[in-house]
């Protein structure tokens, strides 16, 4: 079991920056491929990033490549979601999710397909203004 609990959210002007920060609890976080995912009222939850276990390789969105850094710190049990430059349109709710290590490295980019991840936080609200 994981538990997971997501802060850094907040009301951010565009073009403004935040980071998100996602807390682990539970056994064994450094064996967990970590995402993140965003999801706005009556849409499905969208794949943002994610992380391999050790931190060594990464994967974003088109949508926020470039802008949006993934990281973690296995001492810490954090996972990050640096964002930069953020536009209007990076509006939703943030979840933090952990998935089994072998997600990052099965192919077919199982990674960003939401019902890859067991374990999910309860979210934070972002809110980027014109």
């Known amino acids: 079991q994981v538990q997971l609990v997501e802060s850094g959210g907040g009301l951010v002007q565009a073009g403004g920056s935040l980071r998100l920060s996602c807390a682990a609890s539970?056994?064994?976080?450094?064996?967990?491929?970590m995402g993140w995912f965003r999801q706005t009222p009556g849409k499905e939850r969208d794949f943002v990033a994610a992380?391999?276990?050790?931190?060594?390789?990464?994967n974003t969105a088109d949508s926020v490549k470039g802008r949006f850094t993934i990281s973690r710190d296995n001492v810490k049990n954090t996972v990050y979601l640096q964002m930069n430059s953020l536009k209007p349109e990076d509006t939703a709710v943030y979840y933090c999710?952990?998935?089994?290590?072998?997600?990052?490295?099965?192919?077919?980019?199982?990674?960003?397909?939401?019902?890859?991840?067991?374990?999910w936080g309860q979210g934070t609200q972002v809110t980027v203004s014109s």
């Open positions: 539970g056994r064994a976080f450094s064996t967990y491929t």
């Open positions: 999710a952990a998935a089994q290590i072998s997600t990052y490295y099965s192919g077919s980019y199982r990674y960003t397909l939401a019902g890859s991840y067991e374990y």
């Open positions: 992380i391999n276990w050790g931190g060594s390789s990464t």
